[in-house]
């Protein structure tokens, strides 16, 4: 989802599940629930930077805690 807050800036937030793919390794077999939070900011004409603070939620044991998730995008119109 994204809000645009600001004429040049939104609020996003995303679920993303994602299956288990190692085969009979416990835990890392189990799917994860990640949710991500940030913002994107036009900085620019056509130029976006983007950064997410990433939170596993559900079952922790199978992936990273939290990250970081940071981008720039340019606009072709």
């Given at each position: ?22 085969i009979d390794l416990g835990e890392l077999s189990d799917a994860s629930h ?44």
């Amino acid at each position: 989802m994204e809000w645009r807050a600001f004429n040049r800036a939104s609020i996003i937030a995303q679920y993303l599940y994602s299956d288990g793919l190692a085969i009979d390794l416990g835990e890392l077999s189990d799917a994860s629930h990640e949710v991500n939070l940030g913002f994107k900011w036009e900085c620019s004409p056509g130029v976006v930077l983007e950064f997410a603070l990433i939170e596993n939620f559900l079952t922790t044991n199978n992936s990273p805690d939290f990250g970081l998730h940071a981008g720039v995008a340019w606009r072709f119109d």
